[in-house]
């Protein structure tokens, strides 16, 4: 089926190509944009990927942004994209991933990007550029929270509000630890989400869920996650949250939550691989809540 997709796919883009001058020998010659086509095809996903990058890395039409963005969207493989990179990730990081977050609030919408991973070691510095110079996260929030192991943190980096989605490209993440000469970095590709499902408000405290897509059975369920937060000094509490993969409530659940104002979150979180990196797209609706004593009521 893969290797059908990516087929289907050549055979487009070779005809939407045949009025470009240099399009004659647009898959016989040996470029690596033809290269990494035959290797997709071919079923040698590593390649091909490794193959895209280094396209990305040596152009800036936007022609051919768009036909990796559509190869790569057209080649979710098996395993989800974890054979898409052999990318080892040090000893001292575990569990990266990337999410390009929509959050919707009551007559506005906004975009966030943020990186997270657990280290062993101090962080000092991260950055997320696309390639070749634009860096994405220029003053960003940082957060460390402590995990059940001692000698692991959690680490955040989150953007300010984005008037627009992080775009599509080539990224390079560099992790910098505060010993010396330690740090990590690793190309990342961004392409157009494909995501299954999403949800709108319909009342105070009820929303509803909408399929957008047939579900990949090759990747992870699409995650409700329902949370409530307290807002206090600039910071966002978590007080209660709960996760579903199916079964999506559409209404709040029971909660022990006491009585006061807070934030209600409901969002769906869509998640893909490049190798050992999570690619998650988030899309979030919220709004504030105000909980009075009848509201408030044990989780069973």
């Not at 659940?253 to 190798?275: A, C, D």
């Amino acid at each position: 089926m893969l290797n059908k997709k990516v087929a289907l796919l050549l055979g487009f883009l070779c005809i939407a190509h045949s009025n470009v001058s240099q399009s004659a020998a647009w898959f016989s010659d040996q470029s690596a944009l033809s290269s990494a086509h035959k290797q997709f095809l071919e079923g040698n996903a590593t390649k091909g990927f490794s193959t895209a990058i280094e396209v990305l890395q040596n152009t800036t039409a936007d022609n051919i942004r768009q036909n990796i963005d559509k190869l790569l969207s057209a080649s979710i493989s098996s395993n989800c994209g974890r054979d898409l990179s052999t990318i080892v990730i040090p000893h001292w990081l575990t569990s990266v991933s990337v999410r390009r977050m929509v959050i919707q609030t009551p007559g506005r919408v906004h975009h966030r990007l943020l990186i997270q991973f657990d280290s062993e070691k101090d962080i000092a510095a991260l950055s997320f550029v696309r390639w070749p110079e634009e860096e994405l996260l220029i003053n960003p929030t940082k957060t460390v929270t402590p995990t059940q192991d001692t000698d692991i943190n959690q680490y955040s980096y989150s953007s300010e509000s984005l008037n627009n989605r992080v775009k599509n490209g080539l990224y390079k993440l560099t992790i910098i630890s505060n010993e010396p000469n330690v740090q990590w970095d690793t190309w990342i590709v961004l392409n157009t989400p494909k995501t299954e499902m999403e949800v709108s408000w319909l009342g105070k405290e009820k929303w509803k869920t909408t399929q957008t897509g047939l579900l990949n059975r090759n990747c992870p369920l699409p995650e409700m996650a329902i949370g409530i937060y307290d807002h206090q000094d600039n910071e966002y509490i978590k007080l209660w949250e709960d996760l579903y993969e199916e079964r999506f409530p559409q209404s709040l659940p029971e909660t022990n939550v006491l009585p006061g104002s807070y934030i209600l979150s409901v969002s769906f979180n869509h998640k893909r691989f490049q190798g050992p990196i999570s690619i998650q797209e988030i899309q979030a609706i919220t709004k504030v809540i105000n909980f009075g004593a009848e509201d408030s009521v044990e989780s069973n």
